[in-house]
Nanobody, 126 residues
Framework: QVQLVESGGGLVQAGGSLRLSCAAS????????VGWFRQAPGKGRELVAA????????YYPTSAKGRFTLARDNAKNTVYLQMNSLTPEDTAVYYC???????????????????WGQGTQVTVSS
């Protein structure tokens, strides 16, 4: 069983930055593929960053590329999402998720993930 706890959300002005944390327990993050998703009101849950088990494969969709950076700290068993140049369109609940699939690649499909955190709210004001 894997438990994931997100933190670091909050209210920030447009152009600002936030760093989200996803602390894992029950299994080491180096044995998991981890993804960050977000869900805005009335919209579906979308992937914003993902890292494979090896740590060498990181994926960003176009909406996040150049602004979001995913990093993993194996010693702290935590995965981070650094978000810069935030816009009101980034307002959403952000979730981290973990996949136990035996692949070193970043998982881009929501259905690949077995475990989910409770989410953390990010609000960007204009």
């Amino acid at each position: 069983q894997v438990q994931l706890v997100e933190s670091g959300g909050g209210l920030v002005q447009a152009g600002g930055s936030l760093r989200l944390s996803c602390a894992a327990s029950g299994r080491t993050v180096s044995t998991l593929a981890v993804g960050w998703f977000r869900q805005a009101p009335g919209k579906g849950r979308e992937l914003v960053a993902a890292i494979g088990r090896s740590g060498g494969n990181i994926y960003y969709p176009t909406s996040a590329k150049g602004r979001f950076t995913l990093a993993r700290d194996n010693a702290k068993n935590t995965v981070y999402l650094q978000m810069n140049s935030l816009t009101p369109e980034d307002t959403a609940v952000y979730y981290c998720a973990a996949s136990t699939l035996p692949s070193t690649l970043a998982r881009t499909s929501r259905s690949s993930y077995d475990y989910w955190g409770q989410g953390t709210q990010v609000t960007v004001s204009s």
